[in-house]
């Protein structure tokens, strides 16, 4: 289990959903597995999979936390390749895989840095500021690891101990995600317990829930492409954790599940509309609010049970039939 969560998704699935607690513990095993490599020095590339799994706690707090099983080896690709070459070339593999680690490590966070926007409003607050953290923590360590490639090639004295310090803030991410996950292991039930307290049954805020679905349905808010959370509690005068609170209590799912239904079910409309196959399904996706067609597909399969193309054919079929 130990391997299939960590080093590779399971094999049987086509695509691998980021867990943002999941992917934590993830990262934590990587920087202890990390620490052991420098005591015992021993040559991994442990390094390189800090981008990704990055990336994967980026992608858990976004509206698409679905990637491909292809997409998640090809971000891990620098790490099969490093392994790899540090068993038939170990002096070429230090040749890349020192200054490859700082870049991949400054790459994905910019990267992320650079796409923030994209996370879900509706991530706790907790989780958001451990992220932050994390990012800044990413941004800091490259620096001691561009210091470290850098000595094979500059003689400079830094006036300290490159390594040492790489492992001081390495044994501190392991105490600060060990903590976190720990703690919010314990979270669960006093969370129960305030959504009890807070539910539409307990409040009499029922017809409030019945109000966010008919402001939905009737002003076809879900057509917007910059529909948030915020935007939408706006819309309809309620705090955004109460419209959280009441779309789970009636739907049972998040409010961009919601809205991701709602404009799936848009589509399927169009589709069956368009006898004549005259729009495009970049056309329509941009039309139900999607900002790209592969979200939009992966939401219409996921959703639907097939891609909007086959959904067309089967409809089209029937029709002439």
């Known amino acids: 289990m130990f391997r299939s969560n960590i080093w590779l998704p399971p094999l049987r699935q086509k ?13 934590c095993a990587y920087c202890i597995f990390h620490l052991l490599t420098i005591f015992l020095d021993v040559s991994v590339p442990v390094a390189l999979l800090y981008g990704p799994v990055m990336y994967r706690l980026f992608r858990s707090l976004t509206m698409e936390p679905v990637i491909s099983r292809t997409e998640y080896h090809l971000h891990q690709a620098p790490f099969y390749v490093m392994m790899v070459l540090s068993q038939v070339d170990i002096d070429l593999y230090h040749t890349i895989h020192l200054p490859a680690m700082p870049l ?3 790459g994905y966070s910019l990267y992320i840095g650079f796409f923030r926007s994209k996370i879900s409003e509706e991530v706790s607050l907790a989780d958001s500021q451990l992220f932050k953290l994390l990012i800044i923590i990413s941004l800091a360590i490259s620096v001691p690891l561009f210091m470290f490639a850098a000595q ?3 003689t400079w004295d830094w006036g300290f101990g490159v390594g040492q310090l790489t492992y001081y803030i390495l044994t501190f991410c392991v105490l600060m995600l060990g903590t976190y996950v720990f703690f919010h292991q314990k979270r669960p039930s006093s969370d129960l317990i305030e959504q009890e307290q807070d539910s539409p049954d307990s409040t009499g805020s029922l017809a409030d829930s019945d109000n966010l679905s008919k402001v939905l349905i009737e002003r076809q808010l879900y057509l917007d492409p910059l529909l948030s959370l915020e935007k939408f509690a706006s819309e309809v005068g309620l705090p955004k954790h109460k419209c959280t609170k009441l779309i789970q209590a009636e739907h049972g799912k998040s409010f961009y599940q919601l809205i991701a239904e709602y404009r799936i079910e848009h589509a399927s409309r169009l589709l069956k509309q368009d006898v004549l196959n005259e729009l495009s399904i970049e056309g329509i ?10 979200s939009f597909n992966r939401y219409f399969r996921d959703i639907s049970g097939c891609t909007p ?6 409809f089209s079929d029937s029709s002439e039939v």
């Open 15 to 27: 695509e691998y959903t980021c867990s943002f607690h999941t992917e934590l513990k993830i990262l």
């Open 104 to 106: 991949s490590i400054l």
């Open 285 to 294: 996706a941009e039309s139900c609010g999607f900002n790209s067609k592969a």
């Open 152 to 154: 094979r090639y500059i």
């Open 309 to 314: 193309s086959e959904y067309r054919r089967k």
